[in-house]
Structure formats: structure tokens, C-alpha cells
């Protein structure tokens, strides 16, 4: 069975830093396209950031050059650094995973984490 378990969420101030971890069991996590996404009261899910299997990645265009994913194979850990924070990037975060291709739409994937609680003050 699939897991993903996030971790790093809290509250920080406009302009600090966060650094959100999921833990994924071994097999989906070296052959998946694995990425983060989040959502705010009365807005949708969004994409934040994808890195697919062979290490390509994607990044929303408001986190462009704030945000960072990166994994961790021997650790099976995927990590997204989060700086500059803004109050408009509070949302709940959540890691996803799906079989390649990345897809940009949430619905195409179908593992999610529990979701961890990232605010940001100003």
C-alpha cells in the first residue's frame, strides 16, 4: 500500500522560511512522478511543484525562484524549500504522487499525504 506522510508545516512571517518533507514507500517513490500542491479556504488545489522520474521539474509560476523540490532516494523523502514566504502562499500542503507523466491537474493523482498546515504572516 501506498503511503505519504508530510511533515514541516507551521507558521511563520512574510519574507521566512519552511522546509515541508514527505515520506513515501520505496517502490512509488523511485518510478513515480512525485509533487506538491496546496489549498487555501475556497480556492481550489493547486500544482506547486513537480519532479518526475528522470529528476525534470515544474514549478508554479508564483513560487518560481522562492520555491524549491528536490528528493532524497536514499532517504525516499521528497522535500519542498520553501523562502520568501508570502501571506498569499498560507494553504494546507499536501505531497502527491502518480505514474508518469506528470500530470497538472490534481485529479490526476491518486496517493496523497495527510496534508500539513503551512501560514504565513504579515
Known amino acids: 500500500q501506498v503511503q505519504l506522510v508530510e511533515s514541516g508545516g507551521g507558521s511563520v512571517q512574510a519574507g521566512g522560511s519552511l522546509r515541508l518533507s514527505c515520506a513515501a514507500s520505496?517502490?512509488?517513490?523511485?518510478?513515480?512522478?512525485m509533487g506538491w500542491f496546496r489549498q487555501a479556504p475556497g480556492k481550489e488545489r493547486e500544482r506547486v511543484a513537480v519532479?518526475?522520474?528522470?529528476?525534470?521539474?515544474y514549478y508554479a509560476d508564483s513560487v518560481k525562484g522562492r520555491f524549491t523540490i528536490s528528493k532524497d532516494n536514499a532517504k525516499n523523502t521528497l522535500y519542498l524549500q520553501m523562502n520568501s514566504l508570502k501571506p498569499e502562499d498560507t494553504a494546507m500542503y499536501y505531497c502527491?504522487?502518480?505514474?508518469?507523466?506528470?500530470?497538472?491537474?490534481?485529479?490526476?493523482?491518486?496517493?496523497w499525504g495527510q496534508g500539513t498546515q503551512v501560514t504565513v504572516s504579515s
Open positions: 502527491a504522487a502518480t505514474i508518469p507523466p506528470c500530470s497538472s491537474w490534481y485529479g490526476g493523482y491518486n496517493n
Open positions: 520505496g517502490y512509488i517513490y523511485r518510478s513515480y512522478c
Open positions: 519532479i518526475d522520474s528522470d529528476d525534470s521539474t
